[in-house]
C-alpha cells in the first residue's frame, strides 16, 4: 500500500497570503495524484488531477506541481473560501489511498 | 447538470447489512469508473471500493474484502454498495463518487452500533 503523507498539519494563514501544501508518497505515483478541498459540512471537490492539471471550473490561483515522490499544491492568494481541509489522493496503484489531510486555517 | 444522490444509511446493529445506492444524471454514467469513498466523523477520506465501466473489474481496501460487494446497473445509472458483517468502525459517511472523481454525491451516513 501506498502511503501519502502531508505536511503540515494545520497552515494558520491570513487571506491574501499564499499557501503550500505538501504531499510524500512513501513510492513513486508518477504524477497520478490529484488534490481535493473539503469545506465544512461539504462533500469533497475535485482540485487537480494528474499532479498539474486544474478540474473543470478551478480557479487559476490553485496549482499543483510534482511528480514521483513528492507534490505540492499551491494557493498563491487565499480567499476566505480557500480556508478548508485539502486532501491529497493517489491512483497509481490499488489500493487507492489519501492522505490524511492539511488543513488551512484563518490566522 | 451533474447530480450524485446517495440513499440506504442509516442505523445498523453490529453484525448486520446495509445497502447503499446511488443514482447518477448529468453525465454518462456507462463509460467510467465508480468508487465509494468513507469519512468516519472527524477524520479523513478512505477509499472503499471502485468498479470498472462495464463490472468486470472490483476493487476494495482490505478491511471490507469479503464483507463488502460494489456492483452498478448502467441501464439504471444506479451504483450500489452491499455492505455485510457491519463492525463498529464501519460508522462514516459514504459518498459515491464518479465521472473522473469530479462528481461526489453529498454522502449518506451509517451508523453501526448497539
Known amino acids: 500500500e501506498i502511503v501519502l503523507t502531508q505536511s503540515p498539519d494545520t497552515l494558520s494563514l491570513s487571506p491574501g497570503e499564499r499557501a503550500t501544501l505538501s504531499c510524500r508518497a512513501s513510492?513513486?505515483?508518477?504524477?497520478?495524484l490529484a488534490w481535493y478541498q473539503q469545506r465544512p459540512g461539504q462533500a469533497p471537490r475535485l482540485l487537480i488531477y494528474?499532479?498539474?492539471t486544474r478540474a473543470t471550473g478551478i480557479p487559476a490561483r490553485f496549482s499543483g506541481s510534482g511528480s514521483g515522490t513528492d507534490f505540492t499544491l499551491t494557493v498563491s492568494s487565499l480567499e476566505p473560501e480557500d480556508f478548508a481541509i485539502y486532501y491529497c489522493?493517489?491512483?497509481?496503484?490499488?489500493?487507492?489511498?489519501f492522505g490524511g489531510g492539511t488543513k488551512v486555517e484563518i490566522k | 447538470e451533474v447530480q450524485v444522490v446517495e440513499s440506504g444509511g442509516g442505523l445498523v446493529q453490529p453484525g448486520g447489512s446495509l445497502r447503499l445506492s446511488c443514482e447518477v444524471s448529468g453525465f454518462t454514467f456507462s463509460d467510467y469508473w465508480m468508487s465509494w469513498v468513507r469519512q468516519a466523523p472527524g477524520k479523513g477520506l478512505e477509499w472503499v471500493a471502485s468498479i470498472k465501466p462495464d463490472g468486470s473489474e472490483e476493487y476494495y481496501v482490505d478491511s471490507v474484502k469479503g464483507r463488502f460487494t460494489i456492483s452498478r446497473d448502467n441501464a439504471k445509472k444506479s451504483l450500489y454498495l452491499q455492505m455485510n458483517s457491519l463492525r463498529a468502525d464501519d460508522t462514516a459517511v459514504y459518498y459515491c463518487v464518479g465521472s473522473s472523481w469530479d462528481c461526489w454525491g453529498q454522502g449518506t451516513l451509517v451508523t453501526v452500533s448497539s
Open positions: 494528474d499532479a498539474s
Open positions: 489522493q493517489q491512483r497509481s496503484n490499488w489500493p487507492l489511498t
Open positions: 513510492q513513486s505515483v508518477s504524477s497520478y
